[in-house]
């Protein structure tokens, strides 16, 4: 079972450079969100997908682009990466709206240097 | 802006005992709260979910929420040491906004 799978695992930008960090899901989910995790710190949603071709802004969009062209992928876009961008970035996915179950992939540690 | 509240800790409790991890919450008309279990290094996963006042119950989890104090909580019965993890406390963004605010998360240690 792969549940949502993020690539790559592990980053390292350097300042101005971009990126993009790619999900997938296997599950049929409608439902996708990217959040990041700094030190300490809860995670902050970016942006959200309520189905193909429908994204959202999150608590903390500036500086990232998303786009959701079929159910299964919900790729997150850095453009001009800059070190206030260095966290842990987790996407998840669920069946339904906020309040069913939301299935989180391994993350992806960036560093911006 | 909504909040969620939680202590970070770290709360030490020693193995077979009771942890207790509380949250609070700025936002009223929130009906749903979530507990997410992340080990170091890992993703969360979710353990608990609540939407009714009183308490839930799960094995050996029981959640409990008071929404006219704004409060919930995570019992955590015969802590073992593998239970040693951060404990996040969500709730629905609202705002017209789908996914979940955070808290910061509770570190929680469970002594041998």
């Known amino acids: 079972n792969a549940g949502v799978t993020q690539t790559p695992k592990f980053r390292i930008l350097k300042i101005g450079q971009s990126m993009t960090l790619q999900c997938t899901q296997d599950m049929n989910h409608n439902y996708m969100y990217w959040y990041r995790q700094d030190p300490g710190m809860g995670l902050k949603l970016i942006y959200y997908s309520v189905g193909a071709g429908i994204t959202d802004k999150g608590e903390v969009p500036n500086g990232y682009n998303v786009s959701r062209s079929t159910t299964e992928d919900f790729p997150l876009r850095l453009e001009l990466a800059a070190p206030s961008q260095t966290s842990v970035y987790f996407c998840a996915s669920s069946y339904g709206s906020v309040d069913t179950e939301a299935f989180f992939g391994q993350g992806t540690r960036l560093t911006v240097v | 802006q909504k909040e969620v509240e939680q202590n970070s800790g770290p709360l030490s409790v020693p193995e077979g005992a009771i942890a207790s991890l509380n949250c609070t919450y700025s936002d009223r008309g929130s009906q749903s709260f979530f507990w997410y279990r992340q080990y170091s290094g890992k993703s969360p996963e979710l353990i608990m979910f609540i939407y009714s006042n009183g308490d839930k119950e799960d094995g050996r989890f029981t959640a409990q929420l008071n929404k006219a104090s704004q409060y919930v909580s995570l019992l955590i019965r015969d802590s073992q040491p593998s239970d040693s993890a951060t404990y996040l406390c969500?709730?629905?963004?609202?705002?017209?906004?789908?996914?979940?605010?955070f808290g910061k998360g509770t570190h929680l240690i469970i002594q041998p």
């Open positions: 969500a709730a629905p963004a609202g705002g017209g906004a789908d996914g979940l605010t």
